[in-house]
């Protein structure tokens, strides 16, 4: 399985930065995650730069709205999707500051929150790469996630 994250704009807090490369390096042995920055502007555009970036991918759209599955569940459904073998790519779509129109969440495949609290779209991405760590880590068997 592959997995995209896609976000409008380049992360340019500092301590993003820094979150960022580092989960992105974590997750490097564990297989293909490439984060796409798409350009900044208004929730139209950025949501159609969105579903153009994601078009052919399982599409998850980042919502506070969304599922609030536990980190073994979404494990498990990420899972059964690698066995169906129909989804090769499972894309995350992070909204900008209006976050995303109507449409996406039409063309989402699962709207999932990472907490009922509206987070910063940079802070969303953080904890978005440290749950996906987390999922390859319990694929891998590896004792990081404990519950
Ligand atoms: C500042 S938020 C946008 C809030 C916007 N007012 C709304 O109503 O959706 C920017 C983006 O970060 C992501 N995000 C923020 N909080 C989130 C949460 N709790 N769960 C999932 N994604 C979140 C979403 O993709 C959202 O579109």
Do not use: N, W
Not at 36 to 61: H, M, N, P, T, W
Not at 89 to 106: M, S
Not at 111 to 138: D, F, G, N, P, W
């Amino acid at each position: 399985m592959r997995f995209r994250i896609i976000v409008a704009g380049k992360p340019a807090l500092a301590y993003s930065k820094t979150a960022v490369a580092e989960y992105l390096k974590r997750l490097e042995r564990h297989g293909s995650y490439d984060l796409i920055i798409v350009k900044a502007g208004d929730r139209e555009s950025v949501s159609q730069r969105l579903l153009d970036a994601s078009e052919g991918c399982y599409r998850v759209a980042m919502d506070e709205r969304g599922i609030k599955p536990t980190t073994r569940d979404l494990a498990k459904s990420f899972e059964d999707l690698e066995i169906s073998g129909e989804v090769k790519t499972i894309a995350f779509l992070i909204g900008a500051a209006d976050g995303h129109t109507p449409e996406i969440r039409k063309k989402s495949h699962m709207t999932l929150s990472l907490s009922s609290l509206t987070m910063q779209h940079e802070l969303a991405l953080i904890v978005l790469l440290e749950q996906l760590y987390r999922l390859a880590s319990i694929k891998a068997g590896s004792p990081y996630h404990r519950d």
